[in-house]
């Protein structure tokens, strides 16, 4: 099961949670059953976590440590066993110092932490995604195209794609409903009033130089290999050694 938390109007998002009885609120003219019940024995992905109420998260968090919850409207409590997923584009330690997210539920979710970086630090993903996405609005809108051009495809992997992937979509589905023939017209123009080489400067991260210094130490200076940093912080061992050049981390210092 899955939920978009920022697209649930903040009345209703804990109703979809947690489901409500008949005669819970207005408009209740039916008992309903929540995506943590539906999705008992199974997953639960709550994309953009972040946004959810702070009314609200109490609530979750008790359901994520006793697996147990109520209704709205309801006085009986009901068992749930569920695997949570969650995601989120907002910084929640940020959040947790203005007040804005709890300390406790954010531990309680961050038990097993994945990041995934940004689509400027993977460019060789980007011709994957192209042809993907490129293959997907071309059966959506029956048409037949066949290839990318080399030189757009070139464009395409040097611009630092500050949406990330759903701004690369966008522009691809764009570009699919510009193509008339059977190679992909792709609006360039439109990335940044045309300049696709942009530069991005980007100040090192002092907590992430040091986790990822940490990390180097623990595996002796190895970069890739079952036991390496890569696999550890679930990153190709290309887009470490990316981040590391970036960083000025030397691997053969730290071993």
Same mark, same amino acid.
């Given at each position: 099961?899955?939920?978009?938390?920022?697209?649930?109007?903040?009345?209703?998002?804990? /109703?979809?949670?947690?489901?409500?009885?008949?005669?819970?609120? %207005?408009?209740?003219?039916?008992?309903?059953?929540? =995506?943590?019940?539906?999705?008992?024995?199974? %997953?639960?992905?709550?994309?953009?976590?972040?946004?959810?109420?702070?009314?609200?998260?109490? !609530?979750?968090?008790?359901?994520?440590?006793?697996?147990?919850?109520?209704?709205?409207?309801?006085?009986?409590? !009901?068992?749930?066993?569920?695997?949570?997923?969650?995601?989120?584009?907002?910084?929640?330690?940020?959040?947790?110092?203005?007040?804005?997210?709890?300390?406790?539920?954010?531990?309680?979710?961050?038990?097993?932490?994945?990041?995934?970086?940004?689509?400027?630090?993977?460019?060789?993903?980007?011709?994957?995604?192209? =042809?993907?996405?490129?293959?997907?609005?071309? =059966?959506?809108?029956?048409?037949?195209?066949?290839?990318?051009?080399?030189?757009?495809?070139?464009?395409?992997?040097?611009?630092?794609?500050?949406?990330?992937? =759903?701004?690369?979509?966008?522009?691809?589905?764009?570009?699919?409903?510009?193509?008339?023939?059977?190679?992909?017209?792709?609006?360039? /123009?439109?990335?940044?009033?045309? /300049?696709?080489?942009?530069?991005?400067?980007?100040?090192?991260?002092?907590?992430?130089?040091?986790?990822?210094?940490?990390?180097?130490?623990? %595996?002796?200076?190895?970069?890739?290999?079952?036991?390496?940093?890569?696999?550890?912080?679930?990153? !190709?061992?290309?887009?470490?050694? /990316?981040?590391?050049?970036?960083?000025?981390?030397?691997?053969?210092?730290?071993?």
């Amino acid at each position: 099961m899955k939920l978009n938390c920022a697209a649930i109007p903040t009345g209703l998002l804990e /109703s979809e949670l947690f489901g409500h009885e008949r005669g819970a609120f %207005t408009g209740a003219i039916a008992q309903k059953m929540g =995506r943590l019940e539906l999705a008992d024995q199974g %997953t639960l992905f709550l994309d953009e976590v972040g946004d959810i109420p702070l009314e609200v998260q109490p !609530k979750l968090l008790r359901a994520l440590q006793e697996r147990e919850y109520e209704r709205l409207g309801s006085t009986r409590t !009901k068992k749930v066993d569920v695997r949570l997923v969650a995601a989120t584009n907002r910084n929640l330690e940020k959040m947790i110092a203005e007040d804005k997210f709890r300390s406790d539920l954010y531990y309680r979710l961050n038990v097993f932490p994945i990041q995934i970086p940004p689509l400027r630090e993977r460019p060789e993903d980007i011709p994957l995604l192209v =042809r993907y996405f490129t293959q997907k609005y071309a =059966r959506r809108m029956e048409k037949q195209i066949e290839s990318v051009p080399a030189a757009s495809m070139k464009k395409l992997t040097r611009w630092h794609w500050p949406g990330n992937i =759903r701004e690369l979509e966008n522009l691809i589905e764009r570009a699919v409903i510009l193509t008339r023939g059977s190679a992909l017209e792709v609006p360039v /123009s439109d990335l940044g009033n045309g /300049s696709a080489e942009k530069a991005v400067t980007r100040m090192p991260d002092s907590n992430e130089r040091d986790q990822l210094l940490h990390i180097l130490k623990e %595996t002796r200076g190895r970069v890739g290999g079952a036991d390496g940093a890569a696999v550890r912080m679930g990153l !190709k061992r290309t887009t470490l050694i /990316s981040r590391m050049k970036k960083l000025g981390i030397d691997p053969r210092a730290v071993s």
